[in-house]
């Protein structure tokens, strides 16, 4: 990947779902998000499937539109980065003062 941009929302899914894998495995934590929670109960592998899938669709669209326009699609991701890192962070925090 050339994309700095890219490269930083790929590892921050890969984190997350890693993480999430862990903590939930371990009775750490629980999935809020209730699709994902679903896809869990059916198998770790369909929500990694689903999460790496998203992913990939996300990046695929966004490296195919950067060539017409760098500019907003290095924005986007950016944004995406933050604002996945901002509710991944902030579920933590939640989750750690209400005990889940």
């Given amino acids: 990947m050339r994309h700095k941009e ?6 921050l899914v ?3 779902a890693l993480s999430t894998y862990w903590l939930i495995t371990r009775g750490y934590a629980t999935e809020f998000n209730p699709l994902m929670d679903w ?3 059916l198998s770790w592998g369909a929500f990694f499937g689903v999460k790496f899938a998203v992913l990939a669709m996300a990046v ?4 195919w539109y ?4 760098p500019l907003f699609v290095r ?4 944004f995406g980065a933050w604002a996945y890192l901002t509710l991944w962070v ?3 925090i939640v989750s750690s003062f209400v005990g889940l």
């Fill in 14 to 16: 890969i984190a997350d």
């Fill in 90 to 92: 902030g579920g933590v």
């Fill in 66 to 69: 950067r060539r017409r326009n």
């Fill in 60 to 63: 695929g669209l966004a490296e």
């Fill in 39 to 41: 896809l869990i109960q």
């Fill in 6 to 11: 890219t490269l930083g929302l790929c590892l």
């Fill in 75 to 78: 924005r986007w991701l950016r």
